[in-house]
């Protein structure tokens, strides 16, 4: 009897020690991919160029860097392969997809995603493309058409009052900041308020807050008052003032981040926008009661580590742009978003680079907006020296059918040569009004190429290939202040390898 008893004991033991080993592994698993893919591919997450799944032959493209994709591609195959091989001691793990599920002796699945890598010649045949690739805002739309030039010395005397209501930020924790409505003036002093000259208390239940930073900006009759917070990171409120009272906007919950950041607004009373800006901005559109996330046109390029956001709104006729710049010294930005037919934000391009803005600051306003160009006026400070520039937005050249073509795209890591059985489920990131100009092409030579239908099976049987092609056609559309904005090309196939 004793003797089961102490077989028992030992067995339950060996139980015990092998259910904390799993749960161990388990935990520094999960908590060494979330560190790896959180913080070491940060500045890399917008550049995903790759769906990696078990029993997936994954394709790749280069992004800016081949040497340091190739890396990562292989980094990230040895973590997923190690981790497989793990978790298959123990478990039998699921098929990556019902493609791969289904797969015939001798087939593989693999999984292209084109879209967020910048606009170089690692990766886009120049010769062939002459669609825009923005590398910062990482979509793909028509050719901004625009000028730059010396503004006149008319036209400085004319609008320089305008510069009156604008505050740098050095971006680095509380600063000082006034604005103005007619007569009466809110301040941020010391990170404390004031209007008029007075005392103002901050809202309600936020006396006691760790509060890092208070940000301004004005609509027209009001003003926004965005409030950062240290709270297990960071909280951001928003408020309105009247002059009399703060108070909450409807249905806009609190920003939270990881990141400090200070706050932008710009627009109109019923029509604005709420910029977080930080090292991964969030972006915010409100139209009364409504609130729209623009989350995706502010992420970790387009801040370039934090800026403070003023933000334009340019009516032209029935459809508006929306032009971001940067109050934080030595950080210039012009970033541009538009609008489709609906009303709809739907792409953002960045200006700053073409415009070649460089120096401490580069403030803008809008001076005129006419049927067919909005212009703004440009105040840039650079060494202590002021220059003053007309920038004159025509919107896109659009008369013309576009394309964007890439450089030969390799299927895997080992480049051996497969044979393309079967696309599937090809998607395109674009917006619901340039579903209709734009279209994706196939090519294993470069020459021939074949129509990508989204959503839909193409079979496709073809000679063994290491590489391919893809193609990008924007048909030409009469509207000249829009362009289809895409963000993404994703497709798949079956191949023989």
């Known amino acids: 009897m004793l003797i089961k008893k102490r077989l028992l004991k030992k067995v339950a033991s060996q139980i015990a020690m092998g259910l904390v080993f799993l749960i161990f592994f388990s935990l520094v698993y999960f908590f060494s991919r979330a560190y790896f893919e959180e913080y070491l591919l940060a500045n890399y997450k917008a550049n995903s160029f790759s769906i990696n799944n078990v029993n997936q032959s994954v394709a790749s493209v280069p992004i800016e860097n081949d040497t340091f994709v190739a890396t990562t591609s292989v980094i990230i195959k040895k973590i997923n392969n190690e981790i497989v091989d793990f ?180 627009g109109e009373d019923n029509d604005f926008l709420i910029i977080y800006g930080a090292y991964q901005g969030q972006a915010f559109r409100v139209q009364g009661d409504n609130i729209t996330n623009l989350d995706k046109f502010f992420s970790y390029r387009p801040m370039s580590n934090g800026f403070k956001a003023e933000i334009i709104k340019a009516k032209n006729g029935s459809t508006a742009n929306w032009y971001v710049y940067s109050a934080t010294t030595n950080n210039p930005k012009l970033i541009k978003l538009w609008q489709d037919d609906s009303g709809a934000i739907i792409g953002a391009i960045s200006l700053a680079s073409d415009l070649k803005i460089t120096g401490e600051s580069a403030q803008f306003n809008l001076v005129a907006a006419q049927a067919n160009s909005l212009t703004l006026l440009a105040k840039i400070k650079n060494n202590n020296q002021e220059s003053w520039k007309v920038f004159k937005d025509y919107g896109f050249i659009t008369d013309q059918e576009k394309v964007l073509v890439t450089l030969p795209v390799a299927h895997d890591a080992l480049n051996s040569k497969i044979i393309i059985n079967n696309i599937y489920e090809s998607q395109l990131g674009v917006d619901s009004q340039g579903k209709s100009l734009v279209k994706i092409q196939f090519s294993i030579d470069g020459l021939n190429w074949q129509d990508l239908p989204l959503g839909k099976d193409l079979n496709f049987p073809q000679a063994a290939t290491k590489d391919y092609f893809l193609k990008l056609n924007f048909a030409p559309t009469t509207n000249h202040f829009y362009s289809p904005f895409v963000s993404n090309i994703i497709f798949s196939y079956t191949c023989h390898i």
């Open 87 to 266: 978790y298959n001691f123990f478990f039998d793990l699921p098929a990556a997809s019902s493609v791969s599920a289904n797969l015939k002796s001798g087939e593989s699945a693999g999984t292209t995603y084109l879209g967020s890598f910048a606009y170089t010649s690692a990766n886009v045949d120049p010769s062939k493309t002459n669609l825009r690739f923005d590398s910062v805002t990482n979509g793909i739309s028509f050719v901004p058409n625009y000028t730059w030039e010396n503004a006149s010395p008319d036209l400085i005397s004319a609008n320089k009052n305008k510069f009156d209501n604008y505050q740098e930020s050095i971006f680095s924790g509380p600063g000082n900041d006034k604005r103005c409505l007619g007569n009466n003036c809110l301040e941020v002093r010391n990170n404390k308020l004031f209007y008029n000259n007075n005392f103002l208390a901050l809202p309600f239940g936020l006396k006691s807050a760790d509060l890092q930073a208070i940000s301004l900006g004005t609509v027209a009759s009001r003003w926004l008052v965005g409030l950062t917070i240290k709270d297990n990171g960071y909280r951001g409120e928003v408020f309105y003032f009247d002059g009399v009272k703060f108070s909450k906007l409807t249905n806009f919950n609190p920003v939270v981040s990881k990141y400090f950041g200070l706050f932008g607004f710009g």
